[in-house]
């Protein structure tokens, strides 16, 4: 019963890492299309959206942040 913390953190670990590159990867992504004009909205707000809407927040970029040109 003592290892019940310990599987469910090494099943929850492969998230938690998944989650950082997705927020990695769309910050990458923010800045670059700031760069490029091709953000939708708020260049600050899209970031704040990236960083405090946990793993939402990136995928909500990708779908609706960026330019399709």
Not at 29 to 34: H, L, Q, R
Not at 59 to 69: M, T, V, Y
Request: aromatic share 14%; proline share 4%; glycine share 6%.
């Amino acid at each position: 019963m003592s290892n019940l913390p310990i599987n469910i953190a090494l099943l929850l670990l492969p998230l938690f890492i998944l989650q950082f590159i997705l927020t990695i990867v769309a910050i990458m992504s923010w800045y670059k299309a700031d760069q490029d004009m091709r953000l939708n909205g708020n260049k600050w707000g899209w970031l704040a959206v990236i960083l405090l809407v946990s793993t939402i927040g990136p995928i909500l970029f990708f779908i609706f942040g960026r330019r399709q040109d």
